[in-house]
């Protein structure tokens, strides 16, 4: 007969009360207009973030533009336009509330699924909050003045993890992982799949069919440029160079080498505006 000390059941009782309550905090703040709309905002901060990641893309095309095409190098640009220390601090703002949303969807979210199906949409959904995340730091990073241009945080990362035991096959399956994220955003784009952020009146019309359209690119353009970074880190995994590594700016440069480079380059750039204009319809249209 198993003993159970007293207070043990009382305690967790309240643990139980706590979790509940924690979880219905979170169900109703996911589900709340005014998160709504926050998420909104948080929506056209990232979209103007993927319009600058374009047109900084597209200048390292056909021009001798120094900068990196990466979510820094976009910000960079955005600090330096009038009034830029106030917007660089409202993309910090909304990338941090789109990371709340995927960190409540991670935890609360996806209730109409079963068993392993949504355990691994919550699995995405944390995923989605790190890229959010990685984004809003790096902006205050900026808008604070501390973020420097010197060793690539890819480069310093890998170079860690190369250290550790077993670290190239942990470089290679994050590479692979990167590989499998970027296929799957070129599925969407190729089964429509994306459009279920739309409601149906974002989706009707000539402005949705346009929506539509800004998405399909969009979801392609951003597929392959993840696919050419999951490609890095597993060639570098496999030369054991993390100097091989490198983040969206180390793939668009690898892409600018190739024949017809600054032409494939400037396609991507303009699939990822397209990608940019879609955030602008998902924050209109928003259906979650």
Excluded at 95 to 121: C, I, N, P, S, T
Excluded at 122 to 139: D, E, M, N, P
């Amino acid at each position: 007969m198993k003993l159970v000390r007293p207070g043990t059941t009382s305690l967790m009782s309240d643990l139980g009360g706590i979790t509940d309550k924690a979880q219905r905090a979170g169900r109703d703040t996911n589900q709340s207009k005014w998160f709504d709309h926050a998420i909104r905002f948080g929506l056209v901060t990232y979209g103007v973030v993927n319009l600058l990641i374009a047109w900084v893309a597209l200048q390292l095309a056909f021009s001798d533009h120094s900068e990196n095409a990466s979510s820094q190098g976009a910000l960079r640009e955005l600090a330096e336009q009038p009034f830029g220390d106030v917007l660089i601090w409202l993309v910090a703002l909304g990338m941090f509330v789109l990371a709340l949303w995927r960190v409540l969807e991670a935890a609360v979210g996806h209730q109409d699924e079963d068993g392993g199906k949504r355990a691994l949409k919550r699995l995405w959904s944390l995923g989605k909050a790190a890229i959010y995340a990685a984004v809003g730091i790096t902006a205050l990073q900026i808008a604070m003045g501390s973020g420097s241009s010197g060793q690539s945080g890819s480069d310093s990362m890998t170079q860690k993890m190369m250290e550790l035991p077993a670290g190239q096959w942990i470089v290679g399956a994050i590479g692979l992982g990167i590989i499998g994220y970027g296929i799957s955003q070129i599925v969407m784009a190729w089964t429509d799949k994306f459009a279920e952020h739309l409601t149906a009146e974002g989706k009707s019309g000539d402005s949705g069919t346009a929506y539509l359209w800004f998405g399909k690119i969009g979801y392609c353009a951003k597929g392959i440029a993840a696919g050419l970074v999951g490609v890095l880190f597993v060639y570098a995994a496999v030369t054991h160079d993390p100097k091989k590594s490198g983040g969206l700016d180390a793939a668009l440069g690898e892409l600018l080498q190739q024949p017809f480079g600054p032409y494939m380059l400037a396609a991507v750039a303009l699939g990822i505006g397209c990608y940019g204009l879609f955030c602008f319809a998902r924050a209109r249209h928003l259906s979650r």
